[in-house]
T-cell receptor
């Protein structure tokens, strides 16, 4: 079974600073996808960034980047130049194949609550 | 472009009542799924569908039924609500390995 662990329940960062959120996962699969989702107080689940396991290059989306270490099964999210609007719950997720019917599902960590302060 | 639409946004039920949470998507995605989110936890998969007429159970299916008569709609039914089903429910569709989520339904069962 795949599990996703986010070891930091809460984090805080000052505006304009950089913060890194940790995520580790456990799988025996070789090909998979990893995601970071943001959930603001509105509770909408917003995709921040995704990484294909077969790609060695770390994904980047504007101020958001990941450090993907496949051998270590680590997938951390770095937020640069933090903004007040980045305050949210952040979830790391692993996409797994459920069965031969091509059923896929996301397996989520418990989340990290990030607070950006002025 | 509406994306994934869930109704209602909020609902309060009494134990034993039944109801249907609606989910519709206008992106012609074959794959749809339902998740629940409880406090301090990430989302957990309830049921999913890989296309019209095909559904299967996820991680926490007990107490829920689904059907998929069209590509667009994927309703979730609670036949006899229980307090343990108090949660926030998310519907999602999948395309090119990216899941798109609805805004969620907050359900309270008293």
């Amino acid at each position: 079974a795949q599990t996703v662990t986010q070891s930091q329940p809460e984090m805080s960062v000052q505006e304009a600073e950089t913060v890194t959120l940790s995520c580790t996962y456990d799988t025996s699969e070789n090909n998979y996808y990893l995601f970071w989702y943001k959930q603001p107080p509105s509770r909408q689940m917003i995709l921040v960034i995704r990484q294909e396991a077969y790609k060695q290059q770390n994904a980047t989306e504007n101020r958001f980047s990941v450090n993907f270490q496949k051998a270590a099964k680590s997938f951390s999210l770095k937020i640069s130049d933090s903004q007040l609007g980045d305050t949210a719950m952040y979830f790391c997720a692993f996409m797994k194949l459920l069965n031969s019917n091509s059923g896929y599902a996301l397996n989520f960590g418990k989340g990290t609550s990030l607070l950006v302060t002025p | 472009n509406a994306g994934v639409t869930q109704t209602p946004k909020f609902q309060v039920l009494k134990t034993g009542q039944s109801m249907t949470l609606q989910c519709a998507q206008d992106m012609n995605h074959e794959y749809m799924s339902w998740y629940r989110q409880d406090p301090g936890m990430g989302l957990r998969l309830i049921h999913y569908s890989v296309g019209a007429g095909i559904t299967d159970q996820g991680e926490v299916p007990n107490g829920y039924n689904v059907s998929r008569s069209t590509t667009e709609d994927f309703p979730l039914r609670l036949l006899s609500a229980a307090p343990s089903q108090t949660s926030v429910y998310f519907c999602a569709s999948l395309d090119r390995n990216i899941q798109y989520f609805g805004a969620g339904t907050r359900l309270s069962v008293l």
